[in-house]
């Protein structure tokens, strides 16, 4: 009986660790990191991803809306950032546009600066996420 598990796990290993190698094989992978719930007033959530020529942050929320904004290496980017709380945000750079700050881990945040709560979604995609 063990014997016969220890086969089955190391087939799933070996087929995992070739799915690996062709993944590593194709370029570096990414995976969109996402966020979704609700925020109390004051509260912040971020997301982080490396980007190496594109990343793009989309954003929603209820009620009131929320404060949206990109950071590279830990400081907003200029013109990223949303004018006041607002219910849908959008921000894309590319190593092709004037204001790329560079490769490097960008990260995306939601704050409700608002005085009731409100339901987010955050994503951040890089890369070959973004079309």
């Known amino acids: 009986m063990n014997r016969r598990t ?8 070996a087929a995992a660790s070739a ?3 062709a993944l590593s094989a194709a370029g570096p992978a990414a995976a969109s990191q996402f966020y979704g719930g609700t925020l ?6 971020c997301v982080q991803q490396s980007a190496q020529h594109t990343v793009r942050a989309d954003g ?3 009620g009131q809306g929320a404060k949206f904004k990109l950071q590279y290496q830990g400081a907003t980017v200029p013109g990223t950032g949303s ?7 959008a921000a894309e750079l590319r190593d092709t546009w004037a204001g790329w700050p560079g490769a490097g881990d960008y990260t995306a945040c939601v704050t409700n600066n608002g005085t009731a709560d409100t339901n987010v979604r955050l994503t951040l995609k890089t890369d070959g996420e973004v079309t």
Request: net charge positive; aromatic share 8%; charged share 10%.
């Open 6 to 13: 220890t086969t089955v796990m190391g087939v799933a290993f």
């Open 19 to 21: 799915a690996g190698l």
């Open 60 to 62: 929603r929320a209820t």
């Open 83 to 89: 004018p006041g709380l607002v219910t849908a945000y």
């Open 40 to 45: 109390h007033p004051g509260e912040q959530r």
